[in-house]
């Protein structure tokens, strides 16, 4: 059974940091490019990164850049996001999936595609 499991989120204050991770199991990670998505309250949800998809690129949402940081750790089967200088509006529940693909600047998962449940970030002004 694959299945993505999102831990790391919390209450944070503006420009302090967190650390998302996702782990799988049921497939390695390096078998299918995996992202971050969010949605905010009232919005919609949106790409914010991808790991080594089309092609081993890696892709961030521009408002993002810089920084936030993707990366994984095949021997965990885990994908991290590191969240730095977090500004209230990153504030929503990160989930993560896979496969991911970008057709320019949007991101997104195609044919049988699996999610995890989400985990909240809070940052506060």
């Known amino acids: 059974e694959v299945q993505l499991v999102e831990s790391g989120g919390g209450l944070v204050q503006a420009g302090g940091s967190l650390r998302l991770s996702c782990t799988t199991s049921g497939f390695p990670v390096g078998d299918y490019a995996i992202g971050w998505f969010r949605q905010a309250p009232g919005k919609e949800r949106e790409g914010v990164s991808c790991?080594?998809?089309?092609?081993?690129?890696?892709y961030y949402i521009d408002s993002v850049k810089g920084r936030f940081t993707i990366s994984s750790d095949s021997a965990k089967n885990t994908v991290y996001l590191q969240m730095n200088n977090l500004k209230p509006e990153d504030t929503a529940i990160y989930y993560c999936?896979?496969?991911?693909?970008?057709?320019?600047?949007?991101?997104?998962?195609?044919?049988?595609?699996?999610w995890g449940k989400g985990t909240l970030v809070t940052v506060s002004s």
């Open positions: 999936a896979a496969p991911i693909t970008v057709v320019g600047t949007m991101m997104g998962t195609y044919g049988e595609n699996y």
């Open positions: 790991f080594k998809c089309d092609g081993g690129s890696t």
